[in-house]
């Protein structure tokens, strides 16, 4: 795996080569990564795996014709053959008319900012193990739990690094820890199974495994003997960790991409209430630490935190280059780009802002309803907005969390979800995209 100091290197010379080849315009990314796992079942040492990979991408263009190759051999040799390929390839290819690199003149310049996103460490296995081993002992000590899916523990770091033809190189680099544990409670036919896990940048910042654990064991056992709910209309609470989900689909129907294909259930939603009033979703790709920031966006372009909603209202589509010449706009900072294919757009470090009243409080208001703590399928259409999702969690009853329940179905439809949505005042900054408690008025519920 090439350095951090390395990797621009590269990528700048490799655009040079295109040019001599040919090229009216190109870029290149690389990308890095070196990782250690080690998993633990039943107290026993299960696996540990060490990966190191990387690869380089080149994306040639003549005219408005393109094409691009990547390879995982980094030789000279067989860059230049990528190159020749490339090229070769470019000339035969359609004409796009939006297709191109960022516009010059908004290229990111300057320092780079300094994000803390790797902390210099290196994932030493033993302390692994014993992160894995911790983590599922204290899970298999909780009352209840009868069985282990195992405990791990995982450290490494990755690179990348991008350059283009007008005059854009740059790379950053991050280091990442997890810890997690997944156990079984119960017996014969009354098995439940939970999990939990925790990631952070900095090893100073993980949780300790056994808290993990603890919290897998404990979530495992409060979802025995599940009970029966009957059908019928009524107030959803989401957890948090799966309450994100909902950001998820947001964001799926707002970039670029969806726009321009017209794919999206809020094709015709910017500048309008999508919210409640007072509800705001940001997006902070600058965080300190943040599990996705990043200096520079995937085609070379500043980054800055973003208002997505702001009073409820969707003030912006996310865009990438041509997907923001395609709708006659300017690109805003949100490419993202991955070795196998060419620019999107997307979200970082997301989240909605937290709102005024505790969780027990936006509980407590609710005389029947279900949290749900597990979400399953993908039943939501994105053309329509329609959500059909299977779950399971617990039995909300006169403002109280009660009896676990499993195999029901949630519906509604996306658009009044986001409007009836109300945040509790619980926001923790624990994933690349973060929820309060969310509670949403008004879906179907029908019962396992």
Known sequence: MLSLSDAPARVSDLVDQAKKAGADAADALYSGGASTEVQIRLGELADVER??????????????????????????VALAVLVERAAAMAREAPEDAYAGLAPEDRLFSGEVPELETDDGGQADPQL????????????????????????GASGG??????ATSHGFCGG??????GVSASVIAGTSDGMERDYAYRTARHQADLEDAESIGRRAGERAVARLNPAKLESGTMPIVFDPRVGSSLLGHLIGAITGSSITRGTSFLRDGLEQQIFA????????????RGLRSRPFDGEGLPVAPTAIIENGVLTQWLLDSASARQLGLE????????????PGAGATNLYLEAGEQSRDALIGGIERGVLVTELIGQ???????DYSRGASGFLIEGGEIGAAISEITIAGNLKDMYRTLTPASDLEFIRGTNVPTLRVDGMMVAGG
């Open 277 to 288: 009033d007072g509800i705001a979703v940001r997006d902070d790709p600058l965080r300190c």
């Open 331 to 342: 690109p805003t900072g949100h490419a993202k780009r991955g070795i196998g294919g060419p």
């Open 172 to 177: 950053h680099s991050a280091t990442s820890y």
């Open 157 to 162: 770091r990755s690179i990348m690094a991008l």
């Open 51 to 76: 990966s190191e990979g990387e690869e380089i991408r080149l994306r040639l263009f003549v005219g408005k014709r393109s094409a691009s190759v990547s390879s995982s051999d980094l030789s000279d």
């Open 128 to 151: 692994l193990r014993d992160r894995a081993l911790a983590a599922e002992d204290a899970a298999r000590g909780v009352e209840g739990v009868t069985n282990s899916e195992g405990g």
């Open 379 to 385: 039943g939501v259409n994105p053309v329509t907005g």
